[in-house]
């Protein structure tokens, strides 16, 4: 119902930046909260940043806020994470994710979400 693809990834140098992106399929974007999700080796999903379906409230996870951007456009359908200051435990997989929804809530847990991407790579050197 509901397809995410994500790009963007890539291999950059600790202080660089990045912008992933996260197109979404259908019509009715507008009606999805978003979030972004990450994985690095060995370890569990965590949260990132999430973003209610008209954009009038964002939310992020501590490692990240002064750091990360989450941002819409929905006459694109696609949803964008501005990622400055890259750390080296920055590194994982990123997910995008979309929770149809009537109600303007960002949502921080995994669980909130039905729709996932495939992931896109972020490596960091040091």
């Known amino acids: 119902q509901v397809q995410l693809v994500e790009s963007g990834g890539g291999l950059v140098q600790a202080g660089d930046s990045l912008r992933l992106s996260c197109a979404a399929s259908?019509?009715?974007?507008?009606?999805?909260?978003m979030g972004w999700f990450r994985q690095a080796p060995g370890k569990e999903r965590e949260f990132v940043a999430a973003?209610?379906?008209?954009?009038?409230?964002?939310t992020y996870a501590d490692p990240v806020k002064g750091r990360f951007t989450i941002s819409r456009d929905n006459a694109k359908n696609t949803v964008y994470l501005q990622m400055n200051s890259l750390k080296p435990e920055d590194t994982a997989v990123y997910y995008c994710?979309?929770?149809?929804?009537?109600?303007?809530?960002?949502?921080?847990?995994?669980?909130?979400?039905?729709?996932w991407g495939q992931g896109t790579q972020v490596t960091v050197s040091s």
């Open positions: 994710a979309a929770r149809i929804t009537a109600w303007g809530s960002a949502y921080v847990k995994s669980d909130d979400y039905g729709y």
């Open positions: 259908g019509r009715t974007f507008n009606s999805y909260a």
């Open positions: 973003i209610s379906r008209g954009a009038g409230s964002t």
